[in-house]
């Protein structure tokens, strides 16, 4: 995992790092890591209020996160591109057992190195 530089010509796109973390995920048989998770919330949450923007912004798993992600799966703006994310978020969510914020998870964001 790497920090987040926007301006670096050679970074993959976060929807590839996003689409190979989770096939990495899949063939490894575990869930995505925090970084996938991370990048995965951000681009899905509902504004600043939501339980997506919290996992977001600190880690934690906050009431409603799951009602949210269930959420997602039945709403129209959710297309076969985002579904993995969803299944690979609800995954991961499951598997974490501590559900506090995490340690410098601002840090955290998928590179091209990590996938």
């Known amino acids: 995992m790497s920090e987040y530089d926007p301006h670096n010509p050679q970074r993959p796109s976060d929807e590839d790092l996003i689409r190979r973390g989770i096939d990495q995920a899949r063939v490894q048989e575990r869930p995505i890591d925090h970084a996938k998770a991370r990048?995965?919330?951000?681009?899905?949450?509902g504004g600043q209020t939501s339980?997506?923007?919290?996992?977001?912004?600190s880690g934690a798993i906050v009431e409603?996160?799951?009602y949210e992600l269930t959420?997602?799966?039945f709403s129209p703006d959710v297309g076969p591109a985002i579904e993995p994310w969803v299944e690979a978020l609800?995954?991961?969510?499951a598997a974490r057992q501590d559900r506090q914020p995490v340690a410098r998870w601002?840090?955290?964001?998928p590179s091209g190195a990590d996938v």
């Open 51 to 57: 339980a997506l923007c919290a996992l977001a912004t």
């Open 64 to 66: 409603g996160l799951e």
């Open 90 to 93: 609800t995954d991961y969510i």
């Open 71 to 73: 959420a997602l799966w």
């Open 39 to 45: 990048v995965i919330a951000a681009k899905l949450h």
């Open 106 to 109: 601002s840090d955290l964001w």
